[in-house]
């Protein structure tokens, strides 16, 4: 199966705060390899997927480790509609947030890594999610092109327990 969509959710606040744009944590001229070495938060003794030195694997690795949420160059993104809405009001009771929405030839086109984990040979923190990780480097920043996606509001109204 092809995928010609992925799907990202974010709350209202990030949304605003990157003005629509999809932006990752870490937003310099970086090029995803990444150093890891003995020590190194996101490693630990019999971690069998750690490269030592440079690695694109790397960053991968800490991108989606444990949900911890380090900081890197990368996006993630899923497949599917219904994760992306639930992490779109994820830590809230209600509210309202942001479905954007990514045509994966318009990545292709514009340049835009697109790395499957479960592809990696990393185990997935969370499988379901299918996590596709997404990173471009323009030469200025590390922000996902404009031409490849657009953002869709959505509204919670009900409360889940």
């Keep these: 199966m092809t ?3 992925l799907y ?5 606040e990030k949304y605003d705060n990157d003005c ?3 932006i990752p944590k870490i937003n310099t001229v970086r090029e995803l390899e990444s150093f890891i070495g003995c020590g190194d938060s996101y490693t630990h003794a019999g971690q069998p997927h750690v490269i030592a030195g440079k690695s694109n694997h790397n960053i991968l690795l800490a991108h989606q480790l444990l949900q911890k949420g380090y900081p890197t160059s990368c996006i993630s993104t899923t497949p599917h509609y219904h994760i992306a809405r639930s992490y779109a009001f994820k830590g809230e009771e209600f509210g309202v947030g942001y479905i ?10 514009a340049g835009v890594g697109i790395y499957r984990v479960a592809d990696l040979g990393v185990p997935p923190s969370v499988p379901e999610d299918d996590e596709h990780i997404l990173y471009y480097n323009s030469g200025t920043d590390n922000e996902i092109p ?3 996606y657009f953002a869709s509001l959505v509204e919670e109204y009900e409360v889940l327990v």
């Design 3 to 5: 995928i010609k969509k």
């Design 8 to 12: 990202r959710g974010v709350n209202k």
């Design 20 to 22: 629509g744009r999809v």
């Design 100 to 109: 954007i929405e990514f045509d994966v030839q318009c990545l292709e086109e």
């Design 146 to 148: 404009e031409s490849t």
